[in-house]
Each structure stands twice: as structure tokens, then as C-alpha cells.
């Protein structure tokens, strides 16, 4: 059984920084796609990064400020966020996937974690 559990939310100004991590138990996910997704309230969700091997995939709102990594020796994909936006405020959720390719869909996700919420002041 795959576990997903995200950390490193919080409350921060705008143009901060805040890394989240998603420790994964019961599959290595360096043989999978993992991605991150966040919904905001009243929004529908939506793909944020993705990562499988060394190909990363970044949504158009967030390219150049976010960098999604892995670290193997821990099984833990990380999103590094810079440069904070009051719109990046949502529940963020990491995911992981069989698919061979990175996939923005969600429904392509089979696994998904509890979320972790991050709030971006003005």
C-alpha cells in the first residue's frame, strides 16, 4: 500500500519561500511520476509540478519560481516555492502515478496525500 504524506506548509508573506516535502512508503517513486497539485478554495484542482527520473514538468503560473526534486536515499519529492504569490495560497497535494510520462491529469494520479495547506499573505 502506497502512503503519501506531505509537510512543510505554513503561512508566509508575499515573495517568501516555503519547501514542501512528500515522503512516499510502499513504492519507490523514482520509478514513477510524482506531482504536485494544489485547489484553492471554490477552485478546481490543478497541476502544479511533476517529475519522473530526471524530466520535470511545471504548470505556466508557476515556472521559474517553483523547482520540484527528488531525493532517493529518502524516497521524499520536494517542491522548492520562491517568490510567493497570494494566488499560490491552496491545499497542496502531492500524487504519484504509473504512467510512463508526466501527466498533468489528475485523474492519471492513483495515489494522492492528505494536503498540506500554504497561505501567502499580501
Known amino acids: 500500500q502506497v502512503q503519501l504524506v506531505e509537510s512543510g506548509g505554513g503561512l508566509v508573506q508575499a515573495g517568501g519561500s516555503l519547501r514542501l516535502s512528500c515522503a512516499a512508503s510502499?513504492?519507490?517513486?523514482?520509478?514513477?511520476?510524482m506531482g504536485w497539485f494544489r485547489q484553492a478554495p471554490g477552485n478546481e484542482r490543478e497541476f502544479v509540478a511533476g517529475?519522473?527520473?530526471?524530466?520535470?514538468h511545471y504548470a505556466d503560473s508557476v515556472k521559474g519560481r517553483f523547482t520540484i526534486s527528488g531525493d532517493n536515499a529518502k524516497n521524499t519529492v520536494y517542491l522548492q516555492m520562491n517568490s510567493l504569490k497570494p494566488e499560490d495560497t491552496a491545499v497542496y497535494y502531492c500524487?504519484?502515478?504509473?504512467?510512463?510520462?508526466?501527466?498533468?491529469?489528475?485523474?492519471?494520479?492513483?495515489?494522492w496525500g492528505q494536503g498540506t495547506q500554504v497561505t501567502v499573505s499580501s
Open positions: 500524487a504519484l502515478s504509473r504512467a510512463v510520462m508526466i501527466t498533468t491529469a489528475g485523474n492519471a494520479y492513483d495515489y
Open positions: 510502499g513504492r519507490t517513486f523514482s520509478s514513477y511520476v
Open positions: 517529475i519522473r527520473w530526471s524530466a520535470t
